[in-house]
T-cell receptor, first 113, second 114 residues
Framework: GAGVSQTPSNKVTEKGKYVELRCDPISGHTALYWYRQSLGQGPEFLIYFQGTGAADDSGLPNDRFFAVRPEGSVSTLKIQRTERGDSAVYLC???????????FGPGTRLTVT | AQSVAQPEDQVNVAEGNPLTVKCTYSVSGNPYLFWYVQYPNRGLQFLLKYITGDNLVKGSYGFEAEFNKSQTSFHLKKPSALVSDSALYFCAVRDENRDDKIIFGKGTRLHILP
């Protein structure tokens, strides 16, 4: 079956611009997670959705970052006024139950120049 | 606060030899523990998990992991390494009392030498 998909696979943007990163989870998975992975590091938790609501957004680094999941399926991570430090691979994962294993997408590599 | 540590940045093993990738954790409640693998230019893939039950957990591709509560460890093992096992391995932990985040270690790069 289809796995988690993320678009775009690569995004290059200029400092100060706005970007949107999309995640399509596995059909039927109620939990959705966003992570950020910098070079040489493990995935860093950003936000977790259970259904349409953000159950935990404590990992979002500041108010330039925002994520939505309006219909409980596709999610969009939005970054305003991008900074060079935002450059990383952004990973999305979904899970059929929030307490068990997560299925990851291939990630979006964001480069802010 | 929950945390996980992978003390080795890199592990080198000759093909055919047994391998171990180390992981220790810290949680306030009982842990849910996971291992993931990341191949170059690919997403993270789930290998195995420990939730409860037997301390020795078997997973994908011949990997297994041993949960040791007294040592707060969850080391990944394989009896005979393959060159194709070369990848980046991540240990992760969730506290049973927390309904949300899973915390990942920084990863261990495994090199299997032919």
């Amino acid at each position: 079956g289809a796995g988690v998909s993320q678009t775009p696979s690569n995004k290059v943007t200029e400092k100060g611009k706005y970007v949107e990163l999309r995640c399509d989870p596995i059909s039927g998975h109620t939990a959705l997670y966003w992570y950020r992975q910098s070079l040489g590091q493990g995935p860093e938790f950003l936000i977790y959705f259970q259904g349409t609501g953000a159950a935990d957004d404590s990992g979002l680094p500041n108010d330039r970052f925002f994520a939505v999941r309006p219909e409980g399926s596709v999610s969009t991570l939005k970054i305003q006024r991008t900074e060079r430090g935002d450059s990383a691979v952004y990973l999305c994962a979904s899970s059929p139950r929030r307490t068990y294993e997560q299925y990851f997408g291939p990630g979006t590599r964001l480069t802010v120049t | 606060a929950q945390s996980v540590a992978q003390p080795e940045d890199q592990v080198n093993v000759a093909e055919g030899n047994p391998l171990t990738v180390k992981c220790t954790y810290s949680v306030s409640g009982n842990p849910y523990l996971f291992w993931y693998v990341q191949y170059p230019n690919r997403g993270l893939q789930f290998l195995l998990k420990y939730i409860t039950g037997d301390n020795l957990v078997k997973g994908s591709y011949g990997f297994e992991a041993e949960f040791n509560k007294s040592q707060t460890s969850f080391h990944l093992k394989k009896p005979s390494a393959l060159v194709s096992d070369s990848a980046l391995y991540f240990c992760a932990v969730r506290d049973e009392n927390r309904d949300d985040k899973i915390i990942f270690g920084k990863g261990t790069r495994l090199h299997i030498l032919p």
